[in-house]
């Protein structure tokens, strides 16, 4: 049985009306790329590229990360590839990139405003993607992470394409940029919210801190609310909206975001049967109610009660 179970063919997401639903992979490195094929992975939602830039004192060289992001396309022939250009700062500080004198790092100078400030690591970054792409069958998509404005989405999108990328998008984490999802996407080719950023910012609460740790969930009707925002402008301009942060693989959160608008969800692959498997009890109209549901609650340990009883029921 354990054998028959491990070679079971792994089906694409979707809801029990059929509505496809892919489920995407978050890798840090790509030694976990085998281990998401086999998990059913539909593709990568997220590559977090800060391991290939710790603990080095200057950025590794275009013919390195080169290397790099051609072994990860590789392992996904056909399929798409959402690479994060490097997010360093705060939560994720480098040395050569940082200051580390800032009072609230948080809020300073990181993820894409760090690469701004140092557009040099931004445009070899951009260049060995673009090269990696060229020698590769996958769909290489690029985004940029800690993206605040409509300015910024500007800057990177047109960077990306000029460097020769073909589809570019943004992170949004931050409540500015949900709150105007429209105006951003008709800038960008996707957006991917990362919700663990945008709980921090929306509750103003760090994400690292344990006394406030209360604060950082996302079942918060409030950073439902925005990805509602996020997901609204999507369907409206027939832009992708996906979701890799924490809150995607939490199976019954993941069937309220596809209820808010979200058209991919990412995750650690050990997430992925289950919720694939909760995907496909409940019908995007059960989704929709669902997430109409956890809006009008006033608080995230409220909305996760009421939606977990409306899916007993059903
Ligand atoms: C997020 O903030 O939700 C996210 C996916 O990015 P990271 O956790 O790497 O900051
Ligand atoms: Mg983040």
């Known amino acids: 049985a354990d054998r028959a179970a491990a070679s079971a063919p792994v089906g694409p997401g979707a809801l029990a009306d059929g509505t496809a639903v892919p489920l995407l992979a978050n890798l840090g490195s790509s030694k976990g790329a085998a281990d998401a094929v086999a998990k059913g992975a539909e593709g990568v939602g997220l590559f977090r590229t800060e391991f290939l830039f710790l603990d080095a004192e ?29 997010d360093a700062g705060a939560d994720k500080p480098l040395s050569f990139l940082n200051d580390s004198a800032e009072e609230n790092p948080a809020l300073g100078l990181r993820g894409l405003r760090a690469l701004r400030a140092n557009e040099s690591v931004l ?9 990696a792409d060229a020698a590769t069958e996958a769909d290489l998509w690029v985004m940029a992470p800690m993206v605040s404005t409509v300015e910024e989405t500007r800057y990177f999108t047109q960077l990306a394409r000029e460097l020769g990328l073909k589809t570019a998008g943004v992170m949004v984490e931050v ?30 609460a760090d994400r690292l801190l344990g006394s406030v740790a209360s604060f950082q969930d996302p079942w918060h009707p409030a950073v439902l609310k925005l990805v509602g925002e996020v997901g609204r402008a999507g369907a409206e301009l027939g832009k992708p909206v996906g979701i890799c942060g924490e809150a995607a ?13 979200a058209t991919t969800l990412s995750m650690s692959p050990a997430a992925l049967a289950d919720v694939r498997s909760e995907l496909a009890r409940h ?3 059960e989704a929709r109610r669902f997430a109409a549901l956890a809006l009008s609650e006033s608080s995230a340990v409220e909305a996760r009660a009421a939606v977990t009883s409306a899916a007993a029921g059903t």
Not at 183 to 203: E, M, P
Request: charged content about 15%.
């Open 175 to 204: 409540p500015s940029s949900a709150l105007l999802a429209d105006r951003i996407l008709a800038v960008a080719d996707f957006a991917s919210i990362g919700t663990n950023d945008l709980t921090q910012y929306t509750l103003a």
């Open 249 to 261: 693989a939490d199976p019954l959160l993941a069937v309220v975001l596809v209820g808010l608008g």
């Open 283 to 285: 019908t995007l109209d």
């Open 123 to 131: 445009r070899d970054q951009l260049t060995a993607l673009a090269a």
């Open 58 to 86: 200057t950025a590794p060289s275009v013919a390195d990360q080169t290397a790099q992001y051609t072994a990860l396309l590789e392992a996904f022939p056909g399929r798409k590839v959402v690479v994060r250009a490097l």
